[in-house]
């Protein structure tokens, strides 16, 4: 058997994460910030007697402690130096882990009182051979609350000789008053591109030494994208894709190791959904379904492209938020063009929730599918904000009896349309009924200062616009109302009988605020809002124009039925529905008489859709 270098490196053999494990502060990946700060302190003399290392799994934290204990021990300094030399007997027995005066605790399993006072009897003497005894406890969260109680005396009060390193990935179970007698160092996870640097790194040193690998950079950026910032587990996984492949690692080795699915395969997926080709996208599902990949893991993979297709499309390409090379931005970038934000943002929603779905469910290709459909379907849907502005722009263009016109593009505001002159005597149908008569002020039709209602009518669209500027939830509210009535100080709005919920959302004293300040803003003049709701249409033929009474529920109503009908069939109503893709239904209550043709008797009918 070959043994070990001399020098305390690892044997050839030895995985790669032990075998290019950091020697020095310079070659730790990704925590320049604790580096820093140690190696000030070393070179000050400045050292506390207690760290805490808190942060992810396999970012360097058991790494750095022994490296702070080679700068501290290092035999060629005659004081504690930031620049440990590796090769001296103190420096190499802590890379070895032979060293009496560096000693590593497994928190995980020697966490009880006992194994905390046998640490308090032994730190009490010298060092063997260096200059400080250097404690290492590991996973530190896992010491319980009477060791950490025992040991809290001698955090207090250690002795001069004794330095103690506290490592953890569950920072928030370390008690508060063992946190404050320590110099606190938090770890982040390692960016990609670092991740893959350092990979790099090691396949060029092993080819060097003789072998002959082969890694991709796509296959590295697979690696390091399920490391999850992680630079152990990645080094880990490359040596397992290593053998895998007889020293060739490539990306089919790495699902199938995984589990996982290729990148390509799950931004065709996006890609033909982003198109609106929902069968495109579920053959395209199918080669991952087929190829093994992992449901859970395609949603997850697919969420994260999404996540950096919206950063793009908010951020753009060259946006922080995205930490890939230029060849995946660009793929993002083509992607969020493709879906657009609104796009973006409905399918992360889509899919996110179909994750969850997956999770507790065995029938998971169903789920994904449909999601992927409904991604594509709505790839080009709206937020909320626009479909309440198109809505209230549409509600408005109804009111005035105009035909709607084509709703914005996704992602552009909703045009005001113009309200038509002020209506006839005889008052004209809207979507909401009758529209009310004006009447005229106590002064007279022109109250004051030119104001009339034919003018407060003919200024209602800017009304409208200024309300959606400051909220659209006014201008939806304001849509159906109609002013009727001027005074000196008020304007009167008057709302049609089917929409009491528009009026009682007016009466609100925050809306009524700003439906107060819109009207000064447009009329020049302070007017306070009053509201009313407009009587119900007299039906055609009353008795001296008096409202004819309600008709029994049972009873066929002829002219009712006759005007719905024609509503439900009107231009506008159906544009209303193509706009929003609403269904128009036409139901009658269980056992109600339908309408009987004419000449023809009266015959039930059923529970209608």
Known sequence: MTPAPPTGEPAPWAAFARKYRPRTFDEVVGQEAAARTLRGALRAGEIPSAFLFAGPRGVGKTSMARILAKALNCARAEAPTPDPCGECAACTAVADGSSLDVVEVDAASHNGVDDVREIRERVAHLPASSRYKVYILDEAHMLSSSAWNALLKTLEEPPPHARFVFATTEVEKVPETIVSRCQ?????????????RTLRGIVERENASGRRLEAPDAALQAIARFARGGLRDAESLLEQAVLAGGGTVREEDLASLL???PRALVRAVLDRAAAGDAAGALGAYARVHDAGGDAATFLGDALELLREATAVAVGGPATPAVDADDSEREAAA????????AG????TQVLAETLRLVRATDEERPLVEAAIVRAALGGGGRTIPEVLDALAAMEARLAGGAAPSPGPAPGAAAPAAPRPPAAPSRGRPTLFGAEPVPRAGPGGDEPAEGLTVERARAEWPRVLEEAKARASSLAL???????????????TLSFPAATAWHRAACESDDRRRLLEDVLARVFGRALRARFETAPAEAAPGAAGGAPAAAAPSEEFDRPRHDELAGLADAPAVRALGREFQVKMVRATRRGAPSPPADGAASVPEEEGA
């Open 184 to 196: 606190r160092f938090d770890f982040r996870r390692i960016q990609a591109r670092e991740v893959v």
């Open 259 to 261: 589990g996982s699915v």
């Open 477 to 491: 509210s304001l849509a159906p109302a109609t002013p009727v009535l001027v005074g000196d100080d008020f304007l």
């Open 344 to 347: 973006t943002l409905r399918a």
């Open 334 to 341: 083509a992607l969020a063009a493709a879906f657009g934000l």
